[in-house]
């Protein structure tokens, strides 16, 4: 079975200072681990996904985040805030689907972390 | 590309009545999945279609049902609905078939309200 626990329900950050989400997961099988950003009122939109490539993850708007095997955590961390960063944001856990089926096209997320940025 | 669309935004509805939401996914895009978002229980995984075929659903009960058709627009219908049913029910698409590795790009969200 899959989750994802994110430490932190609110964030409070200066604008320009750095951005800090802690997410861990727990997985049987290899995951792909995603961040995704709610506006209010919005969709859900990806800023960034680790698929077993690269474990420094790029994304976009200056994001990024560091899939750590051994800490079982993928944190998602921007060097400078900015306004339009103030946002939820969801730590999401895929498991590669099994001979079974039951993995396919779910995707478990955390509870979100609500960020706010100060001027 | 035009990305996930639904329809309505929004529903205002009473309890005992049901629904039906309808989700259109980015072109090409043959999986569909459908999500429920409440301030208490944060976002579930209803269900996943591909190729008009149910393949996976998550613990709801048998009042939430889903299909897609041909052309892999999908819908979703909630029976006898239940106060405890508003939410935002989100609807996402993908290339392959529900594959981890793949992404899940999001519609708006339909806001159903029941009273």
């Known amino acids: 079975a899959q989750s994802v626990t994110q430490l932190d329900s609110h964030v409070s950050v200066s604008e320009g200072t750095p951005v800090l989400l802690r997410c861990n997961y727990s997985?049987?099988?290899?995951?792909?681990l995603f961040w995704y950003v709610q506006h209010p009122n919005k969709g859900l939109q990806l800023l960034l996904k680790?698929?077993?490539?690269?474990?420094l993850v790029k994304g976009i708007n200056g994001f990024e985040a560091e899939f750590k095997k051994s800490e079982t955590s993928f944190h998602l961390t921007k060097p400078s805030a900015h306004m339009s960063d103030a946002a939820e944001y969801f730590c999401?856990?895929?498991?590669?689907?099994?001979?079974?089926?039951?993995?396919?096209?779910?995707?478990?997320f955390g509870q979100g972390t609500i960020l706010t940025v100060h001027p | 590309k035009a990305g996930v669309t639904q329809t309505p935004r929004y529903l205002i509805k009473t309890r005992g009545q049901q629904v039906t939401l309808s989700c259109s996914p980015i072109?090409?895009?043959?999986?569909v999945s459908w999500y429920q978002q409440t301030p208490g229980q944060g976002l579930q995984f209803l269900f996943e279609?591909?190729?008009?075929?149910?393949?996976n659903k998550g613990n709801f009960p048998g009042r939430f049902s889903g299909r897609q058709f041909s052309n892999s627009r999908s819908e979703m219908n909630v029976s006898t609905l239940e106060l405890g049913d508003s939410a935002l029910y989100l609807c996402?698409?993908?290339?392959?078939?529900?594959?981890?590795?793949?992404?899940?790009?999001f519609g708006p969200g339909t806001r159903l309200t029941v009273l």
């Open positions: 996402a698409s993908s290339f392959e078939r529900g594959r981890a590795q793949d992404t899940q790009y």
């Open positions: 279609y591909f190729s008009e075929t149910q393949r």
């Open positions: 997985s049987s099988y290899s995951p792909s």
């Open positions: 680790y698929t077993s490539a690269a474990t």
């Open positions: 999401v856990v895929s498991d590669q689907a099994n001979a079974g089926g039951t993995s396919y096209g779910k995707l478990t």
């Open positions: 072109s090409g895009h043959r999986s």
